[in-house]
């Protein structure tokens, strides 16, 4: 049957979304994993996220550190052998750290599973840290932040997020100093004390059948013993009083911009309408801010803004680089356009727009079984459950503009918002 390309797909409206629940299994350790079965194709994501430990100002970077070198190498493989064995069976493994959590991900086909979970164990259970891999991380970590701090939205990163939480986990960024003052010994009592079972929780999707679940649970449910519950607190944020942080850059031409302010987290009952408000400001291509500061005036590539969550903080922020001589126009234009937020009603048709815009993505990004568990991550580590997207489709498809400009008048303080720039004024 021929397509006849003159007539458009017919538009349905987004209803429902139903997402893939997963299966919850405790461990006799104390290790919790939840699987998402997908059966079909042969093969497996399996995570392992841990509580990050309390921030200390005097060692700063150690969850960082910990997670990043814990595959370089074990009392039974080095940081070659790791990777030749993961190589060998076909499988990806990396770690990731982030605010709150640090993790470590493999990728496998099912018929290895076996093999290569014995080498995530062992990563696990018997890192060394080698004195030699720990000088290297430290010369080539000390290499990329040199790089790294010649940027200007780097550096403006940096300033906001000391600005909006002061010195704590979420506002700390790496020094070089703190790199120098790293000691191999403090890296090991780290990982001694956080990577346990009491304070991993395990994400298994793909095809897991009961062979999969049985090798689980024998792996790191029964011979990966707990040496006591790691003590975990809520960080102390300090945001500064100080608002507008000026970093001159002289010669530069192009000034980047950091804006906004701590807000809420998903926790909260009007995060998904924050949400829908924040795309219509600066949250996709033909938002208000790319509209205006991009389309209409021409001072940037690209702009944008975003609510962060974090586990106990969250904020809503502008990101732009834009030329030197317009730096100060482009910050009166990101205002007017949150005046307007304030003081205007959101025209129906553009509404309609965001929301189509917002649930297709939410649809969107639904593509796999792996995807799935990503979005079950998102409200576990929140303490909320399913339920959460059922009202942030529902809040999508029926908040009012009405609602948003009392929700902007609510959140969009510009008394209280913080100004970054780098660059030149």
């Known amino acids: 049957m021929s397509l006849d390309r003159t007539i458009s797909p017919q538009f349905g409206a987004i209803d429902h979304i139903k997402l893939v629940e997963p299966v919850r299994v405790d461990l006799p350790n104390g290790c919790t994993l939840f699987y998402f079965n997908s059966g079909g194709q042969d093969l497996v994501r399996i995570e392992w996220i841990f509580n990050n430990l309390p921030f200390d100002s005097a060692k700063p970077i150690l969850n960082h550190v910990t997670n990043a070198m814990i595959v370089e190498g074990t009392n039974s493989l080095d940081a070659s052998q790791i990777a030749d064995k993961i190589d060998y069976y076909g499988a990806f493994l990396h770690a990731d750290y982030g605010f709150d959590h640090s993790q470590v991900t493999m990728h496998s086909l099912s018929k290895h599973l076996g093999e290569v979970l014995s080498v995530i164990k062992d990563i696990l259970t018997d890192a060394i840290y080698p004195e030699l891999e720990v000088q290297t991380f430290v010369r080539n970590q000390q290499q990329k932040l040199q790089v790294s701090l010649k940027k200007n939205d780097v550096l403006a990163r940096r300033a906001f997020n000391k600005a909006v939480y002061g010195n704590n986990t979420y506002g700390h960024s790496t020094e070089i100093a703190e790199l120098q003052q790293l000691q191999r010994e403090d890296i090991l009592a780290h990982y001694r004390e956080m990577y346990q079972p009491q304070n991993c929780t395990i994400f298994a999707a793909g095809k897991i059948d009961e062979n999969t679940l049985a090798l689980l649970t024998e792996t790191f449910g029964t011979n990966w013993e707990n040496k006591g519950a790691p003590?975990?607190?809520?960080?102390?944020?300090?945001?500064?009083?100080?608002?507008?942080?000026?970093?001159?850059?002289?010669?530069?031409?192009?000034?980047?911009?950091?804006?906004?302010?701590?807000?809420?987290?998903?926790?909260?009952?009007?995060?998904?309408?924050?949400?829908?408000?924040?795309?219509?400001?600066?949250?996709?291509?033909?938002?208000?801010?790319?509209?205006?500061?991009?389309?209409?005036?021409?001072?940037?590539?690209?702009?944008?803004?975003?609510?962060?969550?974090?586990?106990?903080?969250?904020?809503?922020?502008?990101?732009?680089?834009?030329?030197?001589?317009?730096?100060?126009?482009?910050?009166?234009?990101?205002?007017?356009?949150?005046?307007?937020?304030?003081?205007?009603?959101?025209?129906?048709?553009?509404?309609?727009?965001?929301?189509?815009?917002?649930?297709?993505?939410?649809?969107?990004?639904?593509?796999?079984?792996?995807?799935?568990?990503?979005?079950?991550?998102?409200?576990?580590?929140?303490?909320?459950d399913y339920s959460y997207y059922e009202r942030y489709t529902d809040v999508v498809k029926s908040v009012t503009s009405e609602q948003l400009l009392e929700l902007a008048n609510k959140y969009l303080d510009l008394d209280k918002m913080y100004r970054v720039v780098v660059g030149k004024m």
């Open 231 to 384: 003590q975990l607190a809520e960080p102390q944020i300090t945001p500064s009083s100080e608002h507008f942080i000026y970093i001159d850059k002289p010669g530069a031409l192009q000034s980047a911009i950091r804006m906004g302010l701590q807000t809420i987290n998903r926790t909260h009952e009007d995060f998904p309408a924050l949400q829908v408000l924040n795309t219509v400001l600066g949250g996709y291509f033909s938002s208000r801010l790319m509209d205006n500061i991009r389309e209409d005036k021409g001072y940037t590539y690209g702009i944008g803004s975003g609510v962060s969550s974090l586990k106990y903080a969250g904020a809503l922020f502008i990101a732009t680089e834009v030329g030197a001589d317009v730096t100060a126009d482009a910050l009166k234009e990101i205002e007017k356009e949150i005046i307007l937020l304030k003081t205007e009603l959101i025209p129906d048709d553009e509404l309609a727009l965001v929301k189509n815009y917002m649930l297709g993505s939410l649809l969107g990004s639904l593509e796999n079984i792996f995807s799935h568990a990503d979005k079950f991550k998102n409200v576990y580590f929140s303490g909320l």
